[in-house]
């Protein structure tokens, strides 16, 4: 993988994995949520989210991204995942799996 960081690793590499495995990639019911500090909301511009998956709740910078089909079997999915994002734990106030509101099944 290239020392890619952002929206685009993260979907190419749990999209590499899972075809890797004849799997679908994504889990249709979950979600992570990232809530990053204030201070750290600019730093996400760079890293190429888009405006579906970057909110504003409670007055900070809140992120959802998919998660793979597999994310429960998966050591240290939540960190993976960081590390692929380019996020780092610093920025974060929360980070947590969410029901997926997505109505694009």
């Given at each position: 993988?290239?020392?890619e960081k952002g929206f685009k690793a993260y979907k190419q590499y749990w999209e590499d994995q899972a075809s890797f495995m004849n799997k679908a990639p994504w889990n249709k019911d979950k979600v992570l949520?990232?809530?990053l500090t204030t201070d750290y909301g600019n730093n996400l511009k760079?890293?190429?989210?888009?405006?579906h998956s970057?909110?504003?709740?409670?007055?900070k910078p809140t992120l959802r991204v998919k998660v793979p089909?597999?994310?429960l079997e998966l050591d240290d999915f939540k960190l993976k995942?960081?590390?692929?994002?380019g996020i780092n734990e610093n920025w974060l106030t929360d980070i947590c799996l969410d029901n997926s509101h997505c109505s694009h099944r």
């Open positions: 993988m290239l020392n949520k990232l809530t760079e890293l190429q989210f888009s405006t970057l909110k504003e709740e409670n007055g089909y597999n994310y995942s960081l590390e692929l994002l």
